[in-house]
């Protein structure tokens, strides 16, 4: 392995989304010259406080917010251009101009607002024990048309397809008449709305779409350095998530070859990021979780409510069976363990270490969304510490129980924890082993 200094890095969620990933980009921003988001679209909500200035950031890398950095939208996300558009301006008007630093995929996907309305008419249809509770972002239909190919809208076409306008009203048509035989309505949607959002999208972000995977490989020679910013997470990965209830898309390091067109064996810093506790937002398992006093408590103490959509996020004990799941799966070389302060001033803190699903114990998730439901954590209680961690920087200077906890952790992720949040301003980080000299 190269010096980290050196090394081209990954941060992504090993859980179910939320974990802290905007904060973990932050922080390793300065050492990269470019941040490159590689799957998801506008689902994405990740949080950066500096100097008590907070941030949300759904579409834009993290690496907007620093200015020596280039961000990079990659050709495997999903790009809504009125909500990318809405962004950049809200940014501006706070006095950051990104456009000059931002590129985006000729091969990024556009989501147009038919994506928005199936999104949203299909879950509205769904039953309650098949809805996913989407951010109704147009995620999930955007990918699926990218896969069925002839319906799918791509940034090379705004600039290169001079059939485009007559397309995108076949596109429409189309659309209308399936979502009117499915949901019994169109929602009133006008071709003419589609193409005046794709004639802005060309004229304002004309400038910013590129051939990003070549520059990116132009960099790869010259040795730049690249960080990729990975959204969601990977329990909700198409693939290697609690299927079905997931998002669309490849949410882990595995994602970089597809998303960015960067083969993942460039990247060898894989850092993996996790709450100390769960949570997770919308429908769909949840082995470990606390519908109780105790996961109304952690909620309201580590303000767990969504970026995205605002939904309260749901909230239980550290699920170790999950995550060593997601190590396992992703190849996560160090660990960043978030929101350890949270847990200050609970007189216990649980683990759960197996489940029990059918009379059997279960160290490896079921594949299946029904024995999932069906199993019951084991939990495994370690004492607690005193409330407030936030001012601690060293993890020597953690009260012993909560040091105790974090060894416990990676004993049963079989992962180092290098990094340990205990608040969400940048600087309430603590930093351990080799990372720290990336930082
Ligand atoms: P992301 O989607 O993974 O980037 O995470 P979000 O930004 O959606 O949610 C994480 C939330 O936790 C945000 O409100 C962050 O400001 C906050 N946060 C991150 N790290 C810490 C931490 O160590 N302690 C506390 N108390 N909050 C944190
Ligand atoms: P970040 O990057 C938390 C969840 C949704 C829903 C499921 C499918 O901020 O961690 P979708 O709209 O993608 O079709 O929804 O996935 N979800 C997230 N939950 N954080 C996210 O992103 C998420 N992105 C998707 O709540 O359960
Ligand atoms: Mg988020």
């Not at 941040?35 to 993290?62: C, E, I, K, S, Y």
């Not at 132009?218 to 209830?245: K, M, Q, S, W």
């Not at 608040?423 to 309430?428: C, M, N, S, T």
Request: hydrophobic share 40%.
């Amino acid at each position: 392995m190269e010096h980290p200094a050196t090394e081209h890095a990954c941060v992504f969620g090993l859980g179910w989304g939320d974990e802290g990933k905007g904060k973990i980009v932050d922080l390793l921003c300065p050492a990269f010259d470019y941040v490159v988001r590689f799957n998801g679209g506008a689902n994405a909500g990740h949080t950066v406080v500096v100097d008590g200035q907070r941030f949300a950031l759904h579409l834009l890398p993290t690496g907007v917010l620093h200015e020596g950095v280039v961000s990079v939208i990659g050709p495997g996300v999903v790009v809504d251009p009125v909500k990318l558009l809405a962004e950049i301006d809200a940014l501006a008007a706070r006095g950051i101009d990104v456009r000059p630093r931002l590129r985006i995929s000729e091969r990024a996907h556009l989501v147009l607002a038919y994506h928005q309305l199936e999104d949203q008419l299909s879950e509205k249809a769904a039953s309650d024990t098949a809805r996913i509770g989407t951010t109704a972002r147009g995620i999930g239909p955007c990918y699926a048309d990218k896969m069925k190919r002839a319906p799918a809208i791509r940034f090379s076409d705004l600039l290169h397809d001079p059939g485009l306008t007559a397309r995108v009203r076949e596109i429409v048509t189309a659309r209308c008449n399936a979502l009117r035989g499915l949901y019994g309505s169109d929602g009133g949607l006008q071709a003419e709305d589609v193409l005046e959002t794709v004639e802005t999208a060309r004229t304002r972000l004309a400038d910013c779409i590129t051939d990003t995977t070549a520059l990116l490989h132009d960099g790869l020679a010259a040795r730049r350095r690249i960080l990729f910013e990975g959204a969601n997470g990977v329990l909700l990965d198409v693939d290697h998530g609690t299927y079905p209830f997931v998002t669309s898309s490849s949410t882990g390091p595995h994602g970089i070859g597809s998303g960015a067109g960067v083969p993942p064996v460039r990247v060898p810093r894989l850092v993996g990021a996790i709450k100390a506790y769960a949570t997770r937002v919308g429908a769909g398992p949840f082995v470990s979780e606390l519908n109780d006093e105790t996961g109304d408590r952690i909620r309201v103490c580590g303000h767990e409510f969504g970026t995205t959509t605002g939904r309260p996020r749901r909230c239980g004990w550290f699920d170790a069976v999950a995550c060593r799941y997601s190590v396992r799966v992703s190849g996560a070389t160090d660990v960043a363990l978030l929101h350890l302060d949270t847990l200050g001033g609970f007189p216990e803190v649980g683990i759960c270490t197996a489940y029990r699903c059918d009379g059997v114990t279960l160290t490896t998730p079921p594949a299946d969304a029904a024995r999932l439901l069906r199993a019951e954590p084991v939990i495994e209680f370690l004492p607690g510490w005193p409330a407030e961690l936030r001012a601690v920087r060293r993890f020597e200077d953690l009260p012993p129980p909560a040091r105790e906890y974090v060894r416990r952790i990676e004993t049963l992720i079989e992962a180092p924890i290098s990094i340990i949040g205990v608040g969400p301003d940048r600087a309430q980080t603590l930093v351990r082993g080799p990372l720290a000299e990336i930082i």
